[in-house]
């Protein structure tokens, strides 16, 4: 029997990175689980090795900042899965480089996806979640959300947006029954950012492995009905 046996979750930016391993670690615990990104072809080798070990995978390309895909792919999610229980909001993107020189294309292109890119999963899925009289949402933030960093003023204003978006929904809906919580990673040995992990690897730095961030991801969902894990900071060691 896993924790979320019988549950319904759904992953933005499940293809890669912190998205895939959420994704594999809710349906090892018995979750069906909801796969959305943009890549079809990464998408279902996602979905594959989710079937493979036994579980349940719904893959839907999907961008999430466009308001009818979004919609539409959360409602197909609930009606193919039968509801809504979770949702992981994950997806992210950074353009760099010093303020003067930002191009506004990129500027809109980091808060459209990691700002808007969470809001509208949300959004869509707040009636499938009430309508259980339950529901958890866990956005994944960064420690950029909390700290500014030079040359990542876009990405610092999504994050640092995306953790004031979070508190006030949780404000909004915690008599819905609905929980939600943020996780701040630091450094991700992903491709995130422009970077191959060999050379991230041959840096020296210190970082996490997706799998660690999903397994913190958990625990926040794992927590009694009585508590709260507002938000979690994990960094590497």
Known sequence: MGDFDGQVALVTGASAGVGRATAAALAREGAAV??????????????????????????????VTDERAVEGAVG?????????????????????????????DDWNLVLATNLTGVFLPVRAALPHLKARG???????SS?????GYANLAAYCASKFGLNGFMAALAAEVKDDGVRC????????????????VEEKRAGGGKYLLPED???????????PAH????????WPF
């Open 34 to 63: 909801a796969l959305l990104a943009r890549g079809a072809g990464p998408l279902e080798a996602v979905a594959e090795e989710i079937r493979a070990a036994g579980g349940r995978a719904l893959p839907i390309v999907a961008d």
């Open 76 to 104: 197909r999610a609930a009606a193919e899965l039968g509801g809504l229980d979770i949702l992981i909001a994950n997806v992210g993107t950074n353009r760099g480089g010093p303020v003067e020189r930002l191009a506004l």
């Open 134 to 140: 339950r529901g958890q949402i866990v956005a994944v």
């Open 143 to 147: 420690g950029a959300g909390r700290t």
């Open 181 to 196: 919580g943020v996780i701040l990673p630091g450094s991700i040995l992903t491709e995130f950012g422009g970077r191959a």
């Open 213 to 223: 961030v999903a397994a913190s991801i958990l625990h926040q969902l794992r927590q």
């Open 227 to 234: 508590a709260w894990v507002q938000e979690l900071h994990l």
